[in-house]
């Protein structure tokens, strides 16, 4: 019988929740790393019993630990981050210069062939590689140093590379989304990078249009048409069929088209999911109701989902890395609270129930299928 491990990251710990393919009773592990945040927690798709953390810790500094047996020992293994030649500048808060300095690991990205090959996004905004299984870690200069590196200026939550995505049958192309520059791409495995921003408005930056500067949350594929993506962006969501070189509005009718998340249905590349909040400074669902919102048609189209959602007095955030969706058939969506909570809809998202109501800020949410 297959069934679901799914990884979540807090604030204080990692924990692991798995359930047989019917996702209805969870068995819920201690916490790995207890009072330490895990920023994300996630798993080799080549090898399920490979799981990677990025533990940071106000003593110890960044720790990345993995596991080979699917989270019952780990080992701390490369906690190197050091930047390619003269790192120089980026632009502060207050436009200054400011010195580039690694801080944590955002996000892991492994390979969805090879399992000792794996990316981490980084803040400040640099992208690097391990080809270990995380012992050693180099970084790919090229995104960092592409001309408008200077120019780039954090977002309220750090300038932080924050989404990697691997194309699925090309392995030169990637994409990397970092707050506040926006979506890179790479055709030539990370050699060059290009910015691919076009159709992106932010009404907060000098130039709206501007080629990079544009506040990305996430963007999201689904593998079977890799040349469309999908954005949450700081307002918006959006839209790009030609793989990020243009992009176009589809929040339509959604009641705040702020958010962090996104995520496409397993089976259904037409089928995509957010969480709204209310703005910027309130991060908080509309009107104290926590919904997901669905759309079928890629976009433009929302339906609000409820069922099983609290629908007053709720005021959680749902943070960018902390949804993720299953391959079962009857597509499993997931996602966790700044509130604790971790929830489940086992069919798409018509129903949800919590898998666990009083976690730490859960900050990343991934599902593993497990057969």
Known sequence: MSGVRVLVGTRKGAFILTSDERRAKWDVSRPHFGGWEVYHFTGSPAEPSRLYAAQST???????????????????????????????????????????????????????TDPDTIYAGVEDAALFRSADGGQSWQELPGLREHGSGPSWQPGAGGMCLHTIVLHPTDPGRMYAAISAAGVFRTDDAGTTWQPVNQGLRSEGIPDPGAEVGHCVHRIAMHPSRPEVLFMQKHWDVMRSDDGGDSWREVSGDLPSDFGFPI????????????????SDAEHYPPEGRLRVYRSRTGGNDWEPLTNGLPQSDCYVNVLRDAMAVDSLESCGVYFGTT??????????????????????????VEVQTLS
């Open 263 to 278: 995520a496409v249905h397993a089976h259904e590349p037409e089928t995509i999911y957010v969480v709204p909040i209310k």
């Open 58 to 112: 106000g003593w110890f500094g960044q720790l990345i630990q993995r596991s080979d047996d699917g989270g019952l020992t780990w080992t701390p293994v490369g906690n190197e981050f050091s930047y390619e030649g003269v790192p120089g500048t980026h632009q502060w808060y207050d436009g200054t210069p400011h010195p580039w300095e690694f801080a944590r690991v955002w996000h892991l990205e492994p390979s969805a």
């Open 339 to 364: 509130g604790g909570q971790v929830y489940v809809s086992p069919d798409a998202g018509d129903t949800w129930a919590p898998i666990v109501r009083d976690l730490p800020a859960v900050l990343s």
